[in-house]
């Protein structure tokens, strides 16, 4: 076990969080201003020193310890130099899924069906999605009934306009928080839909969890375009109203960009992490980056959350021997160590609901629309992110109490690994995380102290412990494999690719599930060979890290 670092929190003064092109100056102002994250000890600390400088406060970030400013490159240098400042140049983000046969699996697949005929449909759980919106319709639409009617939707919250609807504050004029792009719409159809109306369905809704409560968070435009500044003021939206609208316990986060910086250094990360040490559930995508190692993407590579890869049925929902994990998800492991996927689900192929007259998404795939009640078919890690989300909702149903930590550990300790036919695993642990999801195994799962061991929240977000995960490269022939708490290697089955996915038992990577474990960081934890970083990331104790020119939330997938 590592000894603790007198760990240096954070990069101070400007700080390039993500890499990416700059936002376009400031429409207006004299000398051109841009976007900024500026983090300090407190908000106030933060406010001051941005009107110090003559800055435009556009957020206020209490969930970061900070603001979003507008800046001008000279009141940016100024406040660079101030003691106990860190500031990030706000990013663009782009949500994120794959580009037909309607082929509805996912429910029966991952025992879904089952736990309704139970009654467990995610009834009194409240999910919130952070997403492009969901779709608006003044009349008797499938969205208006399905996931805006019936006192469904709780709130909705547009991020990039500081918009809020709900019943003390009504439409002023229709429509509200729209999506005009479709992705949110789509993403929140899979997880709440209760449209029955295809054919396909035999009367099962559409939906893993047709009645949870939504709360929708809008901070993705019409191009499914977004910067770190919404998203934050979305999730800053969601820790502040947690208990507003009677407990959200849920967040979907199906978007992601590569890291540039160590978790604890990336903003989004760090509002993620604040919302799991408030007892928000945070299932988030891998990213559609694979399936190359390390290459999973942020927020998912937070060791605290859910991180969700995809895997497909290859079109043959009644045969599993061709089931498997889709070329585009991402794997791990992180560049902290950190084994991610935690787990795969169905993301390939999926259909739901979205409106082909006024969302962008169908009109330029038009060739991916359906002929049953606007379907529309996607495949990412997006859509894995909300089945997920979705069996979340179940779990939560059949057992309130249950922790963050807790839901966690129970998915990933009833999930079934892909083996071969030799009975090895058909993937790496860092391809498919503990395997496929099985809600009805995780809903009745009593297991106990397997996820996020070894690490403290609450000393992370303070600064004052970081953490590795148990991955390690091997130098002679660059596969990464696991090791214990003592340093052994676990196991190292290396990358193997189109084997069968075969239902099993599960599949015991590391008795106790070694690998969802954490140790404290320090300065010998940069792997010797020094890959951590090793594609320029590695910020050389420097304030700046490096620029990136590519850098996509969800990019559009080939169907799988």
Known sequence: MATILNTRARSTGLAVAMGMTLLAAYAGAATPRREYIVEAPDTAMALRAVNRVGGRVTHELPIINGVSAQLTARQAARLGKAPHIEMFSDQPLATQSSGVVPDIYQRAMIGVNELASQG????????????????????PTYTMVDLNGNNRMMAQYDAINNKLVDAAHPCAAFPCVD???????????????????????????????????????????????????????????????????????????????KPQSFYWNDPIDMAVMKLWQAGIVVVASAGNFGP????????????????????????????????????????????????????????GHLSAFMDFATQLLPQDYPQFTTDQSDMFEMSGTSQAAAVTTGVVALMLQA??????????????????????????????????????????????????????????????????????????????????????????????????????????????????????????????????????????????????????????????????
């Open 179 to 257: 999506d005009t792009y479709g992705h949110g719409t789509h993403i929140t159809s899979l997880i709440a839909s209760s449209n029955t109306v295809d054919p396909l369905q035999d009367g099962e809704p559409r939906g893993i969890a047709p009645m949870v409560k939504l709360i929708n968070v809008k901070a993705f435009d019409g191009n499914g375009n977004g910067t770190y500044a919404n998203v934050l003021n979305g999730l800053n939206w969601i820790l502040a109203h947690r208990a507003t609208y009677g407990a959200i316990r849920v967040v979907n986060l199906s978007f992601g960009a």
């Open 120 to 139: 467990i449909n995610g009834s009194g759980v409240t999910v919130a999605v952070l997403d492009s919106g969901v779709f608006q319709s003044t009349g």
């Open 399 to 560: 057992n309130p109490s249950l922790t963050p930590d807790q839901v966690k550990c129970r998915l990933i300790a009833s999930a079934s690994a892909a083996l071969a036919k030799n009975g090895k695993a058909a993937y790496t642990v860092f391809q498919q995380g503990a395997g496929r999801i099985d809600a009805y195994a995780a809903v009745y799962s009593t297991a106990a102290n397997c996820a996020n061991q070894g690490l403290n929240i609450a000393a992370d977000i303070a600064g004052t412990a970081h953490y590795g995960g148990p991955a390690r490269q091997n130098a002679s022939n660059g596969k990464f494999y696991v090791v214990d708490s003592s340093g052994n290697a676990i196991k190292n089955d290396g990358y193997l690719w189109n084997q069968s996915f075969a239902k099993t038992q599960g599949y015991l990577w590391s008795s106790g599930y070694l690998w969802n474990s954490g140790y404290l960081w320090n300065n010998g934890y940069l792997w010797n060979a020094g890959y951590l970083w090793n594609n320029g990331y590695l910020w050389n104790q420097s304030s700046v890290a490096p620029a990136s020119t590519n850098s996509a939330m969800e990019s559009w997938n080939a169907q799988e």
């Open 292 to 347: 190359n190692p390390q290459t999973i993407a942020v927020p998912g590579n937070t060791p605290y959350v859910i991180t969700v890869g995809a895997m497909t049925d290859n079109y043959t929902p009644n045969d599993p021997t061709d089931d498997g994990v889709t070329s585009f998800s991402s794997a791990g492991p992180t560049y902290e160590g950190f084994v991610k996927p935690d787990l795969v689900a169905p993301g």
